[in-house]
T-cell receptor, first 112, second 113 residues
Framework: QKEVEQDPGPLSVPEGAIVSLNCTYS??????FMWYRQYSRKGPELLMY????GNKEDGRFTAQVDKSSKYISLFIRDSQPSDSATYLC????????????FGSGTRLSIRP | NAGVTQNPKFQVLKTGQSMTLQCAQD?????MYWYRQDPGMGLRLIYY???????DKGEVPNGYNVSRLNKREFSLRLESAAPSQTSVYFC????????????FGPGTRLLVL
């Protein structure tokens, strides 16, 4: 079993739709849960991170973590064409080396 | 602040040639990382440096060497390039420790023929 599973997409939705992106993981040691956004031909940038189970909201973005099910989600409300990017989930096992484990990424396209 | 810079942006090599990918950060970060990104594989850690003077292997270190030249600079060397090393290489830095944000450079696209 892979340590992190993420549907690669591509996912195409109309502007204004609610988008749901998901990852599952198998390592119970993961303590920090992150979402990075990567535009085409650019480096990833941190979008959101949470430390515990529950929801965290930032504008149109909501990150949700369910540690009991080992499942994390990112919701995007009122999606915009500028949200078109690849979204990578990422996990930090709280080691001193801070070695983050990344999902393979989901390509998202928002149609105007 | 430039953040994390990488050079070159794009490189074509022939099998067996060597090259060094350069990375520098101006955020006074302790930790630096080299990743490769391949379609369907996500980001895989090649080497990292938790602090100046230390380096450690990541998930896919074979065929690569690194040098933490000083706190700002972390280079990745391919001694004898192979087609399997065709990839996009990203350098990242963070202040270190658990939960700290990693800041990525723009990437180097490498094609090995």
């Amino acid at each position: 079993q892979k340590e992190v599973e993420q549907d690669p997409g591509p996912l195409s939705v109309p502007e204004g739709a609610i988008v749901s992106l998901n990852c599952t993981y198998s390592n119970s040691a993961f303590q920090y849960f992150m979402w990075y956004r990567q535009y085409s031909r650019k480096g990833p940038e941190l979008l959101m991170y949470t430390y515990s189970s529950g929801n965290k909201e930032d504008g149109r973005f909501t990150a949700q973590v369910d540690k009991s099910s080992k499942y994390i989600s990112l919701f995007i409300r009122d999606s915009q064409p500028s949200d078109s990017a690849t979204y990578l989930c990422a996990f930090d096992p709280y080691s001193s080396a801070s070695k983050i484990i990344f999902g393979s990424g989901t390509r998202l396209s928002i149609r105007p | 602040n430039a953040g994390v810079t990488q050079n070159p942006k794009f490189q074509v090599l022939k099998t067996g040639q060597s090259m060094t990918l350069q990375c520098a950060q101006d955020m006074n970060h302790n930790s630096m990382y080299w990743y490769r990104q391949d379609p369907g594989m996500g980001l895989r850690l090649i080497y990292y440096s938790a602090s100046e003077g230390t380096t450690d292997k990541g998930e896919v270190p074979n065929g690569y060497n690194v040098s933490r030249l000083n706190k700002r600079e972390f280079s990745l060397r391919l001694e004898s390039a192979a087609p399997s090393q065709t990839s996009v290489y990203f350098c990242a830095s963070s202040s270190g420790g658990a939960g700290e944000t990693q800041y990525f450079g723009p990437g180097t696209r490498l094609l090995v023929l």
